[in-house]
């Protein structure tokens, strides 16, 4: 199993520019998240998902949009990129929504993220 | 006051040493509890979850103090390649028990 996937691993975008940050998991998980963290900082949940055609706002979704059509792919979008998106995000997936505490997150490399 | 607080540090410890972290938590109902490692510039590790016993593996302890709200992390006989940041995370009930995490303490280990 190659777990979470992100891509690209660092990307360089102008301010106003669009991308979209790929993310994909191949354990079956049902959760899947975007965080961001910035320098010094600790995680911030973008969005979420429960399920296929299920997601949900986080602490910080302000500029950034999400979709899951399937199971696996999580994609994440910026629109109109601004300086304050510079960071790093992280994508994750969990089998359940950690009712217990044997479920766990799992964590993609990363994507790093400046807007110049 | 946050949901979840931890001390920044760093907290700078001489190989061998004994160190422990604590993590205080704002939500009651929250029901699970995990410490995370995360090296630098990657992404973050599940170390152990905290079970509401206390639980131990090799020469980490966890513990959980749900009457006084916080967990702590007990390494002993630290190692250089124990250098990291630890990262509290709390799950609470109510929905999809989405996870909190906080800042994450620095610990360096030095020769």
Redesign the interface.
Known sequence: NAGVTQTPKFRILKIGQSMTLQCTQDMNHN?MYW?RQDP??????IY?S?GAGIT?K?EVPNGYNVSRSTTEDFPLRLELAAPSQTS?Y?CASSRT?????????Y????TRLTVL | RKEVEQDPGPFNVPEGATVAFNCTYSNSASQSFFWYRQDCRKEPKLLMSVYSSGNEDGRFTAQLNRASQYISLLIRDSKLSDSATYLCVVRSSGGSYIPTFGRGTSLIVHP
């Open positions: 959760y965080y010094g900082m600790g995680l911030k949940l979420y429960v949900d986080g790093v992280f929504g950690g009712e217990t505490s044997t479920d766990t997150q964590f993609g490399p990363g």
